[in-house]
Nanobody
Framework: QVQLIESGGGLVQAGGSLRLSCAASGLTFSRYTMAWFRQAPGKERAFVAAISWSGGGTYNADSVKGRFTISRDNRKNTVYLEMNSLKPEDTAVYYC???????????????????WGQGTQVTVSS
């Protein structure tokens, strides 16, 4: 079965950086768009960034443009989220996600994604 395991979350001061990783198994990783979502307390789970199966295309939410970078290593079946210039409003549980179909062109909508990791907490202090 598909497993997505996130790591790299933690507590950081505003202006700091973190790098999240998501290790995938149970799917042909190089055929799948991958995405990151986040959910803050009391809020809906929101799209953060996505990357195409080849890594040739990326798509970021406006709230993180210029600060967050999504990347992937298809040899390691891993997707990353490099987060810089972190703000307190970035505090959330961050989830890695994969859609149910291969070669999917994402619109950044939660309903497109069938597989989810358990999440990793990111806390940004002011």
């Amino acid at each position: 079965q598909v497993q997505l395991i996130e790591s790299g979350g933690g507590l950081v001061q505003a202006g700091g950086s973190l790098r999240l990783s998501c290790a995938a198994s149970g799917l042909t990783f190089s055929r799948y768009t991958m995405a990151w979502f986040r959910q803050a307390p009391g809020k809906e789970r929101a799209f953060v960034a996505a990357i195409s199966w080849s890594g040739g295309g990326t798509y970021n939410a406006d709230s993180v443009k210029g600060r967050f970078t999504i990347s992937r290593d298809n040899r390691k079946n891993t997707v990353y989220l490099e987060m810089n210039s972190l703000k307190p409003e970035d505090t959330a549980v961050y989830y890695c996600a994969a859609p149910s179909i291969q070669y999917h062109v994402t619109r950044g909508v939660r309903a497109e994604y069938a597989y989810w990791g358990q999440g990793t907490q990111v806390t940004v202090s002011s």
